[in-house]
């Protein structure tokens, strides 16, 4: 991880409110519009978003799931999370500090969808929280976030190289496989966004 967790969670926190606002690319809108409908979960089932943010993912799956747990590190965006959930009436849905390697969820879940977050750990803490994950024995896992599937060039990144740390398409399909999942579908937005569908 190239900051602190703390680090993150304070730069998240400072632009919580305005952060809906500035999620207008296209990269952010196709991966978010392809974990919602590769999540896919019953009406009986539950869902877990990590990383949830302002619960962006959390909030459009509410309506199909049983219940839906969002966890993140920073207090600002689950507070943006919680005034959303409660506008909406969204009463299946609860926010709680978690973390990647420390979920924070004493329960099973069935879908797990990670969106836009897991660049933030280098390679193998991102392995380390695949395998945490597995633990919770979903049936489903969708990960949409800034994957690589070309060597990208300096300055032409589409993330932040001092902060994010975003693995190739090969190293998550191999620590999801490695962890007791099936690869089922990988789409490619571009060359440095993606989503992969992993299920067990
Ligand atoms: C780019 S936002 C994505 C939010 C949301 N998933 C979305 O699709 O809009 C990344 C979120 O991940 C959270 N985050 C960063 N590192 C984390 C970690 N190790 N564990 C849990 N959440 C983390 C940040 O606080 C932030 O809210």
Redesign the pocket.
């Known amino acids: 991880?190239k900051r602190s967790?703390e680090d993150?969670?304070e730069?998240?926190?400072a632009v919580?409110a305005e952060?809906?606002e500035q999620?207008d690319s296209e990269e952010?809108g196709a991966?978010?519009s392809l974990?919602i409908e590769a999540a896919d979960p019953d009406s009986d089932e539950t869902v877990l978003?990590?990383?949830?943010?302002?619960?962006?993912?959390a909030l459009a799956l509410a309506p199909e799931a049983g219940r839906v747990i969002g966890?993140?590190?920073?207090e600002g965006?689950l507070a943006e999370a919680e005034r959303k959930a409660e506008a909406g009436g969204h009463e299946n849905v609860t926010f709680g500090e978690?973390?990647?390697?420390e979920p924070n969820v004493d329960e099973s879940v069935d879908v797990v969808v990670?969106?836009?977050?897991m660049h933030?750990?280098a390679d193998e803490e991102k392995r380390e929280?695949i395998e945490v994950i597995a633990d919770l024995e979903p049936r489903r896992f969708v990960l949409?976030d800034v994957m690589l599937s070309a060597a990208i060039p300096e300055g032409e990144e589409q993330y932040s190289p001092e902060v994010d740390d975003p693995a190739t398409v090969g190293v998550l399909v191999e620590a999801l496989t490695d962890a007791g999942f099936t690869v089922s579908d990988a789409t490619l937005v571009s060359e440095q966004y993606g989503v992969l569908v992993a299920d067990r």
């Open positions: 991880m967790i993150h969670a730069r998240f926190s919580a952060y809906d999620q952010y991966c978010a974990v978003d990590l990383g949830t943010g302002t619960g962006a993912i966890r993140d590190i920073s965006m978690g973390r990647f390697r990670p969106n836009f977050e933030h750990l929280a949409g």
